[in-house]
Nanobody
Framework: QVQLVESGGGLVQAGGSLTLSCAASGSGFSNNAMAWFRQAPGKQRELVASISRSGSTTTYADAVKGRFNMSKDNAKNTAYLQMNSLKPEDTAVYYC???????????????WGQGTQVTVSS
């Protein structure tokens, strides 16, 4: 069982930066691939980024590629999403997720955090 808690959201101006953290408790964090999803008002939840169990490989949605960077510190049981050059269209609730399978982590992960709001003003 893995419990996930996100932090680091907030209000930022367009062009600014934020770093989201996802702290995990429970066992086996290093055995889990991680992902960040987001959901804007009136829109479906979408995958933003994912990372392999070891943290050596990442994937990104086209909309954030080159601006966002996901990392995973297995020693600290924490995953991060560094967001740069933020745009108003990045405004959403951001959720971290975990699963032992990287494929499932990007589609139907077993574990979800409660979400953190990111608002980008123009």
């Amino acid at each position: 069982q893995v419990q996930l808690v996100e932090s680091g959201g907030g209000l930022v101006q367009a062009g600014g930066s934020l770093t989201l953290s996802c702290a995990a408790s429970g066992s086996g964090f290093s055995n889990n691939a991680m992902a960040w999803f987001r959901q804007a008002p009136g829109k479906q939840r979408e995958l933003v980024a994912s990372i392999s169990r070891s943290g050596s490989t990442t994937t990104y949605a086209d909309a954030v590629k080159g601006r966002f960077n996901m990392s995973k510190d297995n020693a600290k049981n924490t995953a991060y999403l560094q967001m740069n050059s933020l745009k108003p269209e990045d405004t959403a609730v951001y959720y971290c997720a975990a699963d032992r399978s990287w494929a499932r982590a990007t589609r139907q992960p077993d574990y979800w955090g409660q979400g953190t709001q990111v608002t980008v003003s123009s």
